[in-house]
């Protein structure tokens, strides 16, 4: 069976920056570290001055769209002379190189499992601390972009191998659409031009939902739009546990950016759902992309409830499934986009 390979960019990180990777070598071993975790190896006078500074609150970053604030990354950091065969197995890298003889201006470079797999290791070189700040600060998301997709990627490679065959078979007959998730989510529920899949469990809660409607005009991609179709659906399918409550969205709480899903566009809104005259809730991601071949928008979310525990890990987990989701007549198979940004500089 042919291989399918399913990775997520921003298209405005592609044309601002190149990639280049590493070789997989057969004997590589396996990457250390838990998700999300980056180490950073830098000069510890360096990290202390206003340049280290940046880097280090563009990866404290709080995530987007959560109930509370959570870091992007759990961030550590070691001397260049530490950087041992141990810690060069750890799966998320930055490399800090500041070189006045070397650099007339600031880059990236990026490779990919070089000591270990998976693994994404970023090199940021500048010839000056003053220049490197600038640069790091003014590409914020161009580097919590490419460890989050880095991330991602390797959720989606978990799901090629292990993911819900009741939930691919139902949305492939219901919508015509492929998609992985996990297999946990063993609870479902069918409405009209509407699927929902979810763990059901009291905490730490996942849930995925398909559901289509006709195109219309280029106003469908607003956020006024979406939030407006979105309420009027789950109102519908997902009621609350009494007459009158049903989930509804948050709309001072909902962002939208335009994003590519497999080289197409589609609209991502991102922020907090909750029910309507009760107290629950928590986050939501959705995917709103146009079906061209028969004239619909495709609505792929994904929500979270875990009111005890922190979610970033569990929604982007979760955010995952959304890159899978293959509208119909896609022609996209063995297809790998990069995630990373780098220079073509040497």
């Known amino acids: 069976m042919k ?14 920056v190149t990639a280049c990777s590493g070789k997989k070598g057969v004997f590589t071993p396996t ?12 000069d510890p006078g360096l990290w202390e001055r206003p340049a280290g500074r940046a880097l280090f609150d563009v990866l404290d970053t709080d995530v987007p769209g959560l109930p509370q604030s959570e870091r992007s990354f759990r961030i550590m950091y070691t001397a260049p002379a530490s950087y041992d065969a141990t810690l060069k197995l750890i799966r998320n890298i ?11 201006q600031p880059k990236f470079k990026h490779a990919k499992d070089v000591y270990a797999a998976p693994q994404s290791i970023l090199t940021i070189q500048a ?5 490197f700040e600038t640069f790091v600060t003014e590409n914020k998301q161009v580097i919590v972009d490419y460890f989050t997709h880095a991330e991602m990627n390797r959720q989606i490679a978990a ?6 065959d009741y939930v691919a078979t139902k949305v492939k007959s219901k919508f015509d659409c492929d998609v992985w998730v996990p297999g946990e989510l063993a609870s479902f529920k069918e409405g009209e031009d509407f699927f929902w899949a979810g763990t059901n469990t009291a905490t730490g809660d996942r849930n995925f939902v398909i559901y289509s409607y006709p195109y219309t005009d280029k106003d469908t991609f607003t956020k ?3 939030i407006h179709k979105r309420d009027s659906v789950m109102e519908v ?3 609350g546990a009494r007459e009158g409550m049903y989930m509804m969205t948050d709309s001072l709480m909902t962002d939208v950016r335009p994003i590519s899903v497999l080289g197409e566009y589609a609209l991502e809104a991102r922020g907090l759902w909750r029910v309507k005259g009760d107290f629950m809730g928590g986050p939501y991601v959705s995917h709103v992309r146009l079906d061209r071949a028969n004239q619909r928008i495709i609505v792929s979310e994904i929500f979270v409830y875990s009111p005890d525990k922190l979610k970033r890990n569990l929604v982007r987990q979760m955010e995952a499934s959304l890159y899978t989701v293959k509208l119909p007549g896609s022609k996209q198979e063995g297809v ?6 780098a220079s073509t500089d040497n």
């Open 127 to 131: 010839p000056d601390e003053k220049s």
């Open 237 to 239: 399918n997902i009621p």
């Open 224 to 226: 006024e739009y979406f």
């Open 336 to 341: 790998e986009i990069p995630v990373g940004a």
């Open 31 to 42: 990457s250390s570290g838990r998700a999300y975790e980056v180490l950073v190896v830098v």
């Open 3 to 16: 291989k399918h390979f399913f990775y997520l960019s921003m298209v405005w990180v592609l044309t601002l």
């Open 94 to 104: 930055i490399l800090i190189d500041v070189n006045k003889d070397r650099y007339t």
């Open 159 to 164: 799901l090629e191998g292990k993911h819900s």
